[in-house]
T-cell receptor, first 114, second 109 residues
Framework: IAGITQAPTSQILAAGRRMTLRCTQDMRHNAMYWYRQDLGLGLRLIHYSNTAGTTGKGEVPDGYSVSRANTDDFPLTLASAVPSQTSVYFC?????????????FGPGTRLTVL | GQNIDQPTEMTATEGAIVQINCTYQTSGFNGLFWYQQHAGEAPTFLSYNVLDGLEEKGRFSSFLSRSKGYSYLLLKELQMKDSASYLCAVSESNYQLIWGAGTKLIIKP
């Protein structure tokens, strides 16, 4: 692995189903982030983690949960998907959580909720 | 409130120069980032400004004026591969990034 990987690449999901988007980084970065990107809007932060074992809510956390059991992995779970969660989801990481480091992005997951 | 404004779309000619502006109103300021995003791909880092002035990096330069809440990204000697969206993001006082909607740059031969 080099950098950040995300899985799946794309997914079509029925409303009401549970879904976990996976994210793994091999750069030993402390901070990780989940964003959603919708047409005409900027990237919006869903949840973040400043270091393993801690998580925080971003701008649009409702309907999503995360965990950070170790440094490398940061899964995002949709407990009961709704059509408004149709979006492209990007996982990112940075060396520190100070907001001054470059963020490295995964390739994204395109999610469609029907 | 928080707000970052960028033009939605710009068109420029191969070999020319283009300036993409970004204005911001945020809760605190810890620096401004520019990212490039090709269609269907992830954003990639271009520049970071925390002090006023111009930072030059090859064909790309980024300028910041904190007192005016203003930045621009200057792209010189445009190439077709520069066709992409350019995202402006500000690090706020809570160290989270607030992102603009991005400027889609179209390069014509």
């Amino acid at each position: 692995i080099a950098g950040i990987t995300q899985a799946p690449t794309s997914q079509i999901l029925a409303a009401g189903r549970r879904m976990t988007l996976r994210c793994t980084q091999d750069m030993r970065h402390n901070a990780m982030y989940w964003y959603r990107q919708d047409l005409g809007l900027g990237l919006r932060l869903i949840h973040y983690s400043n270091t393993a074992g801690t998580t925080g809510k971003g701008e649009v956390p409702d309907g999503y949960s995360v965990s950070r059991a170790n440094t490398d992995d940061f899964p995002l779970t949709l407990a009961s998907a709704v059509p408004s969660q149709t979006s492209v989801y990007f996982c990112a990481s940075s060396k520190t959580s100070g907001g001054v480091d470059e963020q490295f992005f995964g390739p994204g997951t395109r999610l469609t909720v029907l | 409130g928080q707000n970052i404004d960028q033009p939605t779309e710009m068109t420029a000619t191969e070999g020319a120069i283009v300036q993409i502006n970004c204005t911001y109103q945020t809760s605190g300021f810890n620096g401004l980032f520019w990212y490039q995003q090709h269609a269907g791909e992830a954003p990639t880092f271009l520049s970071y400004n925390v002090l006023d002035g111009l930072e030059e990096k090859g064909r790309f330069s980024s300028f910041l004026s904190r007192s005016k809440g203003y930045s621009y990204l200057l792209l010189k000697e445009l190439q077709m591969k520069d066709s992409a969206s350019y995202l402006c993001a500000v690090s706020e006082s809570n160290y989270q990034l607030i992102w603009g909607a991005g400027t889609k740059l179209i390069i014509k031969p």
